[in-house]
């Protein structure tokens, strides 16, 4: 039976894909087999010997050790689009708020209670919080992916002209892509023609402070930003002296920080975007899913440390290894098949960066002990024979 820890609370909808004759899970677990995180950060823990797989209810998996997970040949799952709508509605709000100057409206609102003459007031007062449609903009929306496709569709229904920008743009997002969108061939494109930009990527050495006093210089004047993807990617000190001097007009973010509270032109919401009872039970069933194709196939879907390989099922015994993606692996591995009296009938491998997986399908029973024989080979991780 396979144990699964919970590390976080996780949407029954996901804890229930599992079969109570195959699975059991619990906080708690001696030697678990995969785990299901939210927001934990795992970057300290122990993993134990036992554990084979962990699947991220979200997107973004900075709260897990990648490489040391890689290393150790357990595989790391996210679920990508599962939380778009959810993210992407929060955006277009986001849109709406920052023209408006919504959240400074409803704050001077309040501040009125007991004046006696409320209506006068509000007349006398509204001018100070007026702000432009977005019909007509121009919006950039850096970084395609899932949720990148669905605010750039959903804004251009809403009138708005929208340029894209995504160097590593894939077949099914281009397909996703409205028509009407403007492929923008750079950043600076999108910074010199758009009136507001939308940030839709991971956070990573390369885009780390993407957002700072260059970039900033190259942006209109009185341009809004939106950042739900992640805090990193903006220099916080250069955003807040940009707006302090009016080159950007608004600042709207799922990441707040200290130096932003109190600033009428941020708008800083409590990481609220996957903060939908939809989206949490999507991630959870999709992470469920994921753990349970590896764990009964050794599929691999939507790995983030390890790449993804599918092979139909075709001999009796399957055989799944993970190993360093070095020259020789599959002839060495073979030889140790054929030494033992193996027959392939299939085989599927794929590489990510420094490490790789083999699947072989093998023609019936295999002696279990021909994982430790598999295992000794050098630069092999972990074997499994399912």
Request: charged share 20%; proline share 5%.
């Amino acid at each position: 039976m396979f144990q699964i820890q919970t590390l976080n609370k996780i949407s029954p909808a996901g804890l229930e894909a599992f079969d109570r004759a195959l699975y059991t899970w619990g906080d708690e677990m001696d030697a678990p087999d995969a785990m299901l995180v939210r927001s934990a950060s795992m970057h300290d823990m122990e993993l134990p010997p036992s554990l084979l797989a962990i699947a991220r209810a979200g997107a973004g998996v900075n709260n897990i050790p990648l490489e040391k997970c890689a290393k150790a040949g357990i595989c790391v799952f996210n679920t990508p689009g599962a939380n778009a709508n959810a993210v992407k509605e929060l955006v277009l709000l986001g849109l709406l708020i920052a023209s408006r100057r919504v959240v400074p409206a409803l704050n001077w609102v309040q501040s009125l209670k007991g004046e006696t003459d409320l209506s006068k007031l509000v007349e006398k007062g509204k001018g100070s919080f007026a702000g432009p449609e977005i019909k007509g903009k121009k919006l950039g929306v850096v970084g395609l992916g899932a949720i990148g496709v669905l605010v750039a569709n959903a804004a251009a229904a809403l009138g708005m002209q929208v340029y894209g920008y995504d160097p590593y743009l894939s077949v099914d997002a281009a397909w996703g892509l409205s028509t009407s969108i403007l492929h923008a061939k750079s950043l600076k494109e999108v910074y010199e023609n758009c009136d507001y930009v939308t940030l839709h990527l991971p956070c990573n050495n390369e885009t780390r402070g993407m957002i700072n006093a260059a970039s900033i210089g190259m942006m209109k004047t009185g341009a809004r930003l939106l950042n739900f993807a992640r805090g990193e990617l903006v220099v916080t000190g250069d955003l807040l002296q940009a707006l302090s001097t009016k080159k950007l007009a608004a600042y709207v973010t799922d990441f707040p920080t200290p130096e932003m509270l109190g600033n009428d032109d941020v708008v800083a919401l409590p990481h609220l975007g996957a903060s939908t009872p939809e989206s949490e039970d999507n991630c959870a069933l999709m992470a469920a899913n994921e753990l349970k194709t590896y764990l009964e196939t050794g599929n691999i879907v939507n790995s983030v440390n390890l790449p993804s390989v599918s092979l139909p099922r075709s001999g009796e015994t399957r055989i799944c290894a993970i190993h360093l993606n070095v020259s020789g692996m599959l002839s060495k591995m073979g030889a140790v098949l054929s030494d033992n009296g193996v027959n392939i009938e299939n085989m599927i491998n794929g590489s990510r960066k420094e490490f790789a997986y083999t699947i072989f399908d093998c023609t019936g029973a295999v002696d279990p002990a021909l994982a430790d024989k598999l295992a000794a080979v050098p630069d092999v991780i972990r074997v499994r024979i399912i």
